[in-house]
T-cell receptor, first 112, second 111 residues
Framework: EADIYQTPRYLVIGTGKKITLECSQT?????MYWYQQDPGMELHLIHY???????EKGDLSSESTVSRIRTEHFPLTLESARPSHTSQYLC???????????FGPGTRLTVT | SQQGEEDPQALSIQEGENATMNCSYK?????LQWYRQNSGRGLVHLIL?????REKHSGRLRVTLDTSKKSSSLLITASRAADTASYFC???????????FGAGTILRVKS
């Protein structure tokens, strides 16, 4: 079982709210990732980080932002949630010495 | 951009049978990985095959890679009900930092 945690696991919020999805890992991995996944569909990379103070946008256009102030923590923020943001958000991490990514359990977000 | 295409989209077999899933990709790769996802959960890494390898085994899993055809296959032998999950291939295009995932194959193993 990977030591990567996401909170909350489920979240239902109203349109226009600001939310932060938390992701933490205890493996000391430098690389961290956020993916968006609709049910039964492929994963889309929305943000990634190579280390502290490093963040990059992924392949999927997103209205979210991320920060990487500490190695173990990579939160994702939606400034103003919309129904189109309804999806599952998966966080992952990887060592610089390895290609394998370790995934958290995901946050299922519903925006009403 | 989507790199991997998986085939079939869904597969239903009886316990004890073998399951084969295929993945095709478009650009040169450094390695290809297979992941499993149980319903509503995160992904779990199964196996990695490097671009200079043709076949790899891990327990009941066998992965092949054909770089000339830009395709890979995952074989699960003697399937069990617990193998019921979605299976994704993911390609590393060489920078070691980003993976591109396919759409996945939904496998159902009936007991």
């Amino acid at each position: 079982e990977a030591d990567i945690y996401q909170t909350p696991r489920y979240l239902v919020i109203g349109t226009g709210k600001k939310i932060t999805l938390e992701c933490s890992q205890t493996m000391g991995h430098d690389k961290m990732y956020w993916y968006q996944q609709d049910p039964g569909m492929e994963l889309h990379l929305i943000h990634y980080s190579y280390g502290v103070n490093s963040t990059e946008k992924g392949d999927l256009s997103s209205e979210s932002t991320v920060s990487r102030i500490r190695t173990e923590h990579f939160p994702l923020t939606l400034e103003s949630a919309r129904p189109s943001h309804t999806s599952q958000y998966l966080c992952a991490s990887a060592s610089t010495l390895d290609y394998e990514q370790y995934f958290g359990p995901g946050t299922r977000l519903t925006v009403t | 951009s989507q790199q991997g295409e998986e085939d079939p989209q869904a597969l239903s077999i009886q316990e004890g049978e073998n399951a084969t899933m295929n993945c095709s990709y478009k650009t040169s790769i450094n390695n290809l990985q297979w992941y499993r996802q149980n319903s509503g959960r995160g992904l779990v890494h199964l196996i990695l095959i490097r671009s200079n390898e043709r076949e790899k085994h891990s327990g009941r899993l066998r992965v092949t890679l054909d770089t000339s055809k830009k395709s890979s296959s995952l074989l699960i032998t003697a399937s069990r009900a617990a193998d019921t999950a979605s299976y994704f291939c993911a390609t590393d295009e060489g920078n070691g930092n980003k993976l591109v995932f396919g759409a996945g194959t939904i496998l159902r193993v009936k007991s």
